[in-house]
C-alpha cells in the first residue's frame, strides 16, 4: 500500500497561481511513476502530467502543457503540481497518483487511463473571481 497526502488546494482569482504538494514514501521516487489528475463536479477524472526515472522524465496532457509543471523534491519525499495562469475550468479535486508502470510510455498511457493503483485523498481547488 502506498500511502499518498495532497495539499496545497485553495481558492484563486483567475490568472493566479497554485502549488499543489503530495507527500509520498521515498521509494515511490525512484522507482514509480507518478501523476496528478484531477476531476470537476459531473466530469470524467483527467490525468494531467507524470513523472518518471527519478524525475528525469516529465510529460503533460495538452490541456495543461505550458501552464502547469509536475516536479518533485527527493529529500523532501514531495511531489509538486505547479499551475499559473489558472482559469475557471481549472475548478476540480485534484489528486495526487502512483504506480509501478516500468517504462515512459506505459506512464502516459496510463496517465490518459486514469488507471493508477494508488490515490491520495484530494485536495479542492476553485477558481473564480
Known amino acids: 500500500q502506498v500511502q499518498l497526502v495532497e495539499s ?11 502549488r499543489l504538494s503530495c507527500s509520498a514514501p521515498a521509494y515511490t521516487y ?5 501523476g496528478w489528475f484531477r476531476q470537476a463536479p459531473g466530469k470524467e477524472r483527467e ?3 507524470i513523472i518518471y526515472a527519478g ?3 516529465t510529460d503533460y496532457a495538452d490541456s495543461v502543457r505550458g501552464r502547469f509543471t509536475i516536479s518533485r523534491d ?8 505547479q499551475m499559473n495562469s489558472l482559469k475557471p475550468e481549472d475548478t476540480a479535486m485534484y489528486y495526487c497518483a502512483a504506480d509501478s508502470w516500468t517504462n515512459m510510455g506505459d506512464c502516459y498511457a ?5 488507471d493508477f493503483g494508488y490515490w491520495g485523498q484530494g485536495t479542492q481547488v476553485t477558481v473564480s473571481s
Open 8 to 18: 496545497g488546494g485553495g481558492s484563486v482569482q483567475p490568472g493566479g497561481s497554485l
Open 30 to 34: 525512484s522507482s514509480y511513476c507518478m
Open 47 to 49: 490525468g494531467l502530467a
Open 55 to 57: 524525475g528525469r522524465m
Open 74 to 81: 527527493n529529500a523532501e519525499n514531495t511531489l509538486y503540481l
Open 110 to 114: 496510463h496517465l490518459l487511463r486514469t
